[in-house]
T-cell receptor
Framework: DAKTTQPPSMDCAEGRAANLPCNHS???????VYWYRQIHSQGPQYIIH???NNETNEMASLIITEDRKSSTLILPHATLRDTAVYYC???????????FGSGTRLLVRP | EAQVTQNPRYLITVTGKKLTVTCSQN?????MSWYRQDPGLGLRQIYY???????DKGDVPEGYKVSRKEKRNFPLILESPSPNQTSLYFC????????????FGPGTRLTVT
């Protein structure tokens, strides 16, 4: 997998936007960026993925820089239930798997 | 309701006693996968299956077997469990392979003494 770098932890206040960065400077031209999250010890949950354009769904927005070397996951109005570990993943072209790194532990404060 | 189910959710067993963890999905997904999660090591893929009768090794396949006789089921078999297989296990499925949205099961916490 293309290597991704995420801060180990972040926090934000409830109701504010949470912006989670990810660096993926070795990404190839046609690989997507995926975001998952894991709440406590539950199964990971898919959030969003994108290639080059910004993406938005009911959970979050994904902003990918023009050079595609980094991206930001935005939770527009974080709630306490958004406290989780967030994983940014970029699979390699020939890979049939996703490799979950250490992720960012997001703490949403009341 | 679309879901991935795993059974059992919790299991304590002894070294060498064969066990099977079942995984079933009701979404007609072709791709299924098993992961294990250990503190400090993140999620690591054990085996995956692109379709019925097609399985392949992930990153940590040693000590595990799988089978895919039906599209909906993907059991994980530990023929002779050892304490180093104590872990939290997740099954996942996807319509478009690993690059599609993967749905994860609730997890099986296995302890081997």
């Amino acid at each position: 997998d293309a290597k991704t770098t995420q801060p180990p932890s972040m926090d934000c206040a409830e109701g504010r936007a949470a912006n989670l960065p990810c660096n993926h400077s070795t990404i190839s031209g046609n690989e997507y960026v995926y975001w998952y999250r894991q709440i406590h010890s539950q199964g990971p949950q898919y959030i969003i993925h994108g290639l080059k354009n910004n993406e938005t769904n009911e959970m979050a927005s994904l902003i990918i820089t023009e050079d595609r070397k980094s991206s930001t996951l935005i939770l527009p109005h974080a709630t306490l239930r958004d406290t989780a570990v967030y994983y940014c993943i970029v699979p390699m072209d020939s890979s049939y798997k996703l490799i979950f790194g250490s992720g960012t532990r997001l703490l949403v404060r009341p | 309701e679309a879901q991935v189910t795993q059974n059992p959710r919790y299991l304590i067993t002894v070294t060498g006693k064969k066990l099977t963890v079942t995984c079933s999905q009701n979404m007609n997904h072709e791709y299924m996968s098993w992961y294990r999660q250990d503190p400090g090591l993140g999620l690591r893929q054990i085996y995956y299956s692109m379709n019925v009768e097609v399985t392949d090794k992930g990153d940590v396949p040693e000590g595990y077997k799988v089978s895919r006789k039906e599209k909906r089921n993907f059991p994980l078999i530990l023929e002779s469990p050892s304490p180093n297989q104590t872990s939290l296990y997740f099954c996942a499925s996807s319509y478009q392979g690993p690059r599609g949205e993967q749905y994860f099961g609730p997890g099986t916490r296995l302890t081997v003494t």
